[in-house]
C-alpha cells in the first residue's frame, strides 16, 4: 500500500525527504506555513564541502551529501547553478592596503589570501532558493503535493502512534508518518513530542550583481574593522552572476511567524561597507537582496535525524546548523529509507537519535 508522509516544512530539509520519498513511490505532502524556501534554506549561502567536517558525528553524513548533489544537479537539470569551486582563506582590515591577492584581480589590495582551502573536487556552491523550490517541483513531478497551511499538533491514537497533522485553521492532514523539519521551529513541536528543544541563530547576508566579473570562487576571510573588532566574511561567486556574502550574527529571538523575521537595526550597512572593501567589482555592484535567516541549532549541536521514541510514525529532521544545505540530499534519502524500509543503507543515524 502506498505510503502517505506528512512532511511539516518546506525548507531544504523538508523537500529533499519529499524528493527521495516520491521517487520511491511513496506519496509526500509538504506543509509549508510561508512559503517553499522561504526561511534560511532559501537565503542561506548555499556552499558545500565534501570532507570539512572531518572527525565530527556529520562527516559521513556531509560526505554522502555531496556526493549527491552531484547527482542530483545532473539528474535535474541543474536549474539551482551547481558549480564546483576553489575556496580560499585569507584576511583583510578597513582602510588597510597590502600587497594584494595575487592572481586574484578582483580583488582589492586590502584582502590578502593565505592559502587555499578547497578545489573543485572538494568545494561546491548552490543557490539555494533555486535547490529548495527546484526539489519540491521534482518531487511534485513525482506525486509528492505541497499544502500551504501552518501545522498547529499531531493526531494521535489513543496508545500515542501519530494518524496525522492538525492545522491552525482546525484542518487535518492523515498520514502513515509525519516528519518534522521545521528548522527553528521545530521547537514547537516539543509540545507535541517528546523532542529536546532547536533553537534559531541569526544571520544577515547581501547578494550583489556582479555580472561575470568575478570567477568561481569563495572566500573565508577574517576582517578587522575600524573598531577592532573582528568578522569572519563567507563570500561566494554564484553562476548567476551575482555574489552572495555573510559577516553579521546576532542573537535576536525567533518570531514564531517565518514570514516576519527582519534584519536587526544596521546589521545590512555594516555588512554593505565591508563587502563594498572587498573588491572593486563588488564596490559598485547593485544589491538585489538583502537577507536575515536563521539557522536550525540543537543544544549539542549535532542534527537530530531519526523516529522519535515511543512515538509509532513521528520523526524528525532538523538541527543541521551550518550545514543544512549540503546535509539536506542525504538527509531527505536517509529518512526516505528509514521510514520505507524501517533501516539506513547509506548513512547510520545512531548518532543523530533525537534520545542520545
Ligand atoms: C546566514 C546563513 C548562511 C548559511 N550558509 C550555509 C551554507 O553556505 N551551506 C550550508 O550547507 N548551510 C548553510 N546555512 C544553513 C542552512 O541554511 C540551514 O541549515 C538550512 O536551511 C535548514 O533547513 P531546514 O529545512 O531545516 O529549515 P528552514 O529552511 O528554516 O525551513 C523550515 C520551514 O518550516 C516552515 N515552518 C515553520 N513553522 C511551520 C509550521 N508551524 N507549519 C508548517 N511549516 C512551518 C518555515 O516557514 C520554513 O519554510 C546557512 C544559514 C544561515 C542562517
Not at 5 to 10: A, S
Not at 223 to 239: H, W
Request: proline content about 6%; overall charge negative.
Amino acid at each position: 500500500m502506498t505510503k502517505r508522509i506528512v512532511i511539516c516544512g518546506g525548507g531544504a530539509i523538508g523537500t529533499a525527504t519529499a524528493y527521495f520519498l516520491a521517487k520511491r513511490g511513496a506519496q509526500p505532502i509538504v506543509v509549508e506555513r510561508n512559503a517553499v524556501a522561504g526561511a534560511a534554506s532559501g537565503k542561506s549561502g548555499g556552499f558545500l564541502a565534501y570532507d570539512w567536517c572531518r572527525g565530527q558525528p556529520v562527516d559521513r553524513l556531509a560526505r554522502r551529501s555531496f556526493q549527491l548533489h552531484a547527482e542530483l544537479a545532473q539528474e535535474l537539470g541543474n536549474p539551482w547553478g551547481y558549480r564546483r569551486l576553489d575556496t580560499f582563506a585569507g584576511y583583510a582590515m578597513a582602510g588597510m592596503t597590502r600587497a594584494g591577492a595575487r592572481g586574484h584581480a578582483w580583488l582589492s589590495p586590502s584582502v590578502t589570501l593565505t592559502g587555499q582551502i578547497g578545489s573543485p573536487d572538494t568545494t561546491a556552491l548552490v543557490e539555494p532558493h533555486a535547490f529548495t523550490t527546484g526539489l519540491m517541483r521534482a518531487a511534485e513531478a513525482n506525486g509528492a503535493t505541497l499544502k500551504q497551511g501552518t501545522v498547529a499538533g499531531l493526531i494521535q491514537e489513543p496508545d500515542g502512534a501519530v494518524l496525522g497533522v492538525e492545522l491552525d485553521s482546525g484542518e487535518t492532514i492523515e498520514g502513515d508518518a509525519v516528519v518534522i523539519a521545521m528548522g527553528p521551529w521545530s521547537i514547537l513541536a516539543s509540545n507535541w513530542l517528546p523532542l529536546p528543544p532547536v533553537y534559531g541563530l541569526k544571520g544577515h547576508s547581501l547578494i550583489f550583481r556582479t555580472g561575470g566579473a568575478i570567477p568561481a570562487e569563495a572566500l573565508f576571510l577574517e576582517y578587522e574593522e575600524e573598531s577592532g573588532e573582528v568578522l569572519t566574511p563567507e563570500v561566494f561567486a554564484r553562476a548567476d552572476g551575482t555574489v552572495w556574502a555573510c559577516a553579521v550574527s546576532s542573537t535576536s529571538p525567533l518570531p514564531i511567524d517565518p514570514a516576519r523575521v527582519a534584519a536587526d537595526e544596521g546589521a545590512h550597512d555594516r555588512l554593505e561597507r565591508l563587502c563594498r572593501s572587498l573588491s572593486p567589482a563588488i564596490a559598485d555592484a547593485p544589491i538585489v537582496a538583502r537577507q536575515a535567516c536563521f539557522r536550525p541549532v540543537t543544544e549539542d549541536g549535532v542534527p537530530m535525524i531519526g523516529a522519535v521514541k515511543g512515538v509509532p510514525g513521528a520523526y524528525v529532521a532538523t538541527g543541521h546548523s551550518v550545514w543544512g544545505m549540503l546535509n539536506a540530499p542525504a538527509t531527505g534519502e536517509a529518512m526516505t529509507e528509514l521510514i520505507l524500509d524501517g533501516a539506513t543503507r547509506h548513512v547510520d543515524l545512531a548518532r543523530f537519535s533525537p534520545r542520545r
